[in-house]
C-alpha cells in the first residue's frame, strides 16, 4: 500500500505508439479520467476465486462445529489474498505505466493468486500451508521486482522510499517460512506477528517521500473489488438455495433465508456507496487507516455468504448445529460488516446525532435477529433494508436545512 499528503506533477500516460518498456516512474494525482484499467479488473476477478474457496472452506468449517479453528483459517489466509491486493492496488495506482514488462509482472502476481488458491483446502484440512506460502511469495517477489524498476528510474528520496519497500517485503516473506516449519500452535501467533510487521512496511518506506496515488482511482478501485466480493457471495448463496431445493425440494424453508440473504447484499452495496469517499482520503494518516480497514469490509461481505451457505445446509440438514449457530453465520459478519463501514465511511459525511447512529443501531439489532430462530436471516435482511431506508428518510429531511444555508450565506 502507498499513500500521498502532497499532490505530485501531472503525468498522464502518452498517446499514439509506446515503447515495449518504459521508465516506470510516478504517475500524477492531478490526471483527469483516472479509471481502473482492463488488467486491474482481470486481477481482481482472478482474486475472487481465492476469496471464494476461502469462503467454501470456512463453510465446511462451520458446518461441522469447527467454527473457532475455522475462523482462525479463514482471517489468516484472507489475509494473504488481501494484503497482496492491496498493494498491488495502491502500487499501481502510483505507478502504472500499462509497459509489456509491468503486464508480465502483473500476470505473474495472478499466478500467485492461483497457486494460493489451490493450497487453500490444504490449510484448512491439514493445516499444511505450504502452497499457500508458495503463492503469496510469488506475488510478493512480483512486487519486489516492481519495486526495483521504480528504484531505477528515479533518484534521491523517491529512489530510497522504493528500496525500503523492496527490502521490507523481502524481509517479511523470509518471516512467513514460520508458518511451515514452526510448531503447529505457535503458527497463529506468529501469523500476528508477521502480519503487524508486513503492515509496517509502507509507513517505514514512506515516511520521507509519499507516493503520487491517485484519490478517486483508488477509492474506485475499492468499491469495484467489494462489488465483485459481494457478487461472488449472491453468486454462493443462489448455488446453495438451488442445492437445497433441487435435492431436498425445501423451498418453503429456504426463501426466507434466500429473501433474508438478497436484502443483506442489496443493503451492503447500498451503505458503502453512498458516500463520496475520495473526498476523504487526503493525507498518509487517512489513507493508512481506511486502507487497512478494508481487510475487514472485505472479510465480513465474503463471510456473508459462506454464513448463508451455512444457514442453508442447516435447514436442509446438511449442517449438524443449531438454528442459532447458523443464524450468527450470517448475522454476525453482516453486523460487522455495518459497523466497519460507518467507522471507515459513513461517520465523516452524517450530519447530527440521529445520522451518526443509525449504522451502529442497526448492527446491534441485526445481532439480536440472531435469537430468532428459523427467521433470523430474514429479520436480519429487513432490518438492513430498514437501514437503508432511515438514512436515506434522515438525509432526505436535511436537504432542505442545507439548501436554505447555502442560500443565506453570502458568497465570496
Same mark, same amino acid.
Given at each position: 500500500?502507498?499513500?500521498?499528503?502532497?499532490?505530485?506533477?501531472?503525468?498522464?500516460?502518452?498517446?499514439?505508439?509506446?515503447?515495449?518498456?518504459?521508465?516506470?516512474?510516478?504517475?500524477?494525482?492531478?490526471?483527469?479520467?483516472?479509471?481502473?484499467?482492463?488488467?486491474?479488473?482481470?486481477?481482481?476477478?482472478?482474486?475472487?476465486?481465492? +476469496?471464494?474457496?476461502?469462503?467454501?472452506?470456512?463453510?465446511?468449517?462451520?458446518?461441522?462445529?469447527?467454527?473457532?479453528?475455522?475462523?482462525?483459517?479463514?482471517?489468516?489466509?484472507?489475509?494473504?489474498?488481501?494484503?497482496?491486493?492491496?498493494?498491488?492496488?495502491?502500487?499501481?495506482?502510483?505507478?502504472?505505466?500499462?509497459?509489456?514488462?509491468?503486464?508480465?509482472?502483473?500476470?505473474?502476481?495472478?499466478?500467485?493468486?492461483?497457486?494460493?488458491?489451490?493450497?487453500?483446502?490444504?490449510?484448512?484440512?491439514?493445516?499444511?500451508?505450504?502452497?499457500?506460502?508458495?503463492?503469496?511469495? /510469488?506475488?510478493?517477489?512480483?512486487?519486489?521486482?516492481?519495486?526495483?524498476?521504480?528504484?531505477?528510474?528515479?533518484?534521491?528520496?523517491?529512489?530510497?522510499?522504493?528500496?525500503?519497500?523492496?527490502?521490507?517485503?523481502?524481509?517479511?516473506?523470509?518471516?512467513?517460512?514460520? &508458518?511451515?516449519?514452526?510448531?503447529?500452535?505457535?503458527?497463529?501467533?506468529?501469523?500476528?506477528?508477521?502480519?503487524?510487521?508486513?503492515?509496517?512496511?509502507?509507513?517505514?518506506?514512506?515516511?520521507?517521500?509519499?507516493?503520487?496515488?491517485?484519490?478517486?482511482?483508488?477509492?474506485?478501485?475499492?468499491?469495484?473489488?467489494?462489488?465483485?466480493?459481494?457478487?461472488?457471495?449472491?453468486?454462493?448463496?443462489?448455488?446453495?438455495?438451488?442445492?437445497?431445493?433441487?435435492?431436498?425440494?425445501?423451498?418453503?424453508?429456504?426463501?426466507?433465508?434466500?429473501?433474508?440473504?438478497?436484502?443483506?447484499?442489496?443493503?451492503?452495496?447500498?451503505?458503502?456507496?453512498?458516500?463520496?469517499?475520495?473526498?476523504?482520503?487526503?493525507?498518509?494518516?487517512?489513507?493508512? &487507516?481506511?486502507?487497512?480497514?478494508?481487510?475487514?469490509?472485505?472479510?465480513?461481505?465474503?463471510? /456473508?455468504?459462506?454464513?448463508?451457505?451455512?444457514?442453508?445446509?442447516?435447514?436442509?440438514?446438511?449442517?449438524? +448445529?443449531?438454528?442459532?449457530?447458523?443464524?450468527?453465520?450470517?448475522? &454476525?459478519?453482516?453486523?460487522?460488516?455495518?459497523?466497519?463501514?460507518?467507522?471507515?465511511?459513513?461517520?465523516?459525511?452524517?450530519?447530527?446525532?440521529?445520522?451518526?447512529?443509525?449504522?451502529?443501531?442497526?448492527?446491534?439489532?441485526?445481532?439480536?435477529?440472531?435469537?430468532?430462530?428459523?427467521?433470523?436471516? &430474514?429479520?436480519?435482511?429487513?432490518?438492513?433494508?430498514?437501514?437503508?431506508?432511515?438514512?436515506?428518510?434522515?438525509?432526505?429531511?436535511?436537504?432542505?436545512?442545507?439548501?436554505?444555508?447555502?442560500?443565506?450565506?453570502?458568497?465570496?
Amino acid at each position: 500500500m502507498t499513500s500521498s499528503s502532497t499532490p505530485a506533477p501531472d503525468s498522464p500516460r502518452p498517446q499514439g505508439r509506446r515503447r515495449p518498456l518504459r521508465r516506470l516512474s510516478a504517475r500524477g494525482r492531478g490526471e483527469t479520467h483516472r479509471v481502473a484499467t482492463p488488467l486491474e479488473l482481470f486481477f481482481d476477478l482472478c482474486f475472487v476465486v481465492a +476469496i471464494a474457496q476461502a469462503g467454501i472452506e470456512l463453510v465446511h468449517a462451520v458446518a461441522e462445529s469447527h467454527a473457532g479453528e475455522g475462523i482462525l483459517n479463514y482471517a489468516m489466509v484472507f489475509f494473504a489474498i488481501w494484503w497482496a491486493w492491496m498493494n498491488f492496488t495502491w502500487f499501481a495506482s502510483a505507478y502504472d505505466n500499462d509497459d509489456v514488462l509491468y503486464r508480465v509482472v502483473t500476470l505473474l502476481q495472478i499466478a500467485g493468486v492461483l497457486v494460493l488458491a489451490a493450497g487453500i483446502s490444504r490449510a484448512f484440512e491439514d493445516h499444511e500451508y505450504l502452497a499457500v506460502l508458495i503463492g503469496y511469495v /510469488i506475488m510478493r517477489l512480483a512486487l519486489v521486482g516492481q519495486w526495483l524498476r521504480v528504484a531505477r528510474s528515479s533518484s534521491g528520496p523517491e529512489r530510497r522510499m522504493a528500496l525500503r519497500y523492496a527490502d521490507g517485503v523481502l524481509l517479511c516473506q523470509i518471516g512467513w517460512v514460520g &508458518l511451515v516449519v514452526l510448531p503447529e500452535d505457535v503458527r497463529p501467533w506468529w501469523f500476528l506477528a508477521m502480519a503487524i510487521l508486513e503492515m509496517c512496511v509502507p509507513p517505514f518506506a514512506e515516511r520521507e517521500h509519499p507516493t503520487s496515488w491517485h484519490p478517486h482511482h483508488i477509492a474506485e478501485r475499492y468499491g469495484l473489488f467489494t462489488i465483485i466480493v459481494l457478487g461472488e457471495t449472491i453468486a454462493a448463496a443462489t448455488v446453495a438455495v438451488k442445492t437445497g431445493i433441487d435435492e431436498n425440494d425445501a423451498l418453503g424453508d429456504l426463501l426466507p433465508i434466500a429473501a433474508g440473504g438478497l436484502l443483506i447484499i442489496f443493503a451492503a452495496w447500498w451503505i458503502y456507496f453512498v458516500v463520496p469517499i475520495h473526498g476523504h482520503l487526503r493525507s498518509n494518516r487517512q489513507a493508512f &487507516l481506511w486502507g487497512y480497514g478494508h481487510y475487514v469490509v472485505f472479510a465480513s461481505a465474503a463471510a /456473508i455468504g459462506a454464513g448463508l451457505e451455512v444457514a442453508v445446509e442447516q435447514t436442509v440438514g446438511k449442517a449438524h +448445529i443449531s438454528t442459532l449457530a447458523a443464524s450468527a453465520a450470517v448475522t &454476525l459478519p453482516t453486523a460487522l460488516y455495518l459497523l466497519t463501514v460507518w467507522l471507515l465511511h459513513s461517520r465523516y459525511f452524517k450530519v447530527g446525532i440521529a445520522q451518526q447512529l443509525v449504522l451502529p443501531t442497526a448492527a446491534l439489532l441485526v445481532i439480536c435477529c440472531t435469537f430468532l430462530g428459523d427467521w433470523g436471516v &430474514l429479520a436480519a435482511g429487513i432490518v438492513s433494508a430498514l437501514t437503508v431506508v432511515t438514512g436515506e428518510t434522515l438525509s432526505a429531511r436535511m436537504a432542505p436545512k442545507d439548501r436554505g444555508t447555502a442560500t443565506r450565506t453570502p458568497v465570496a
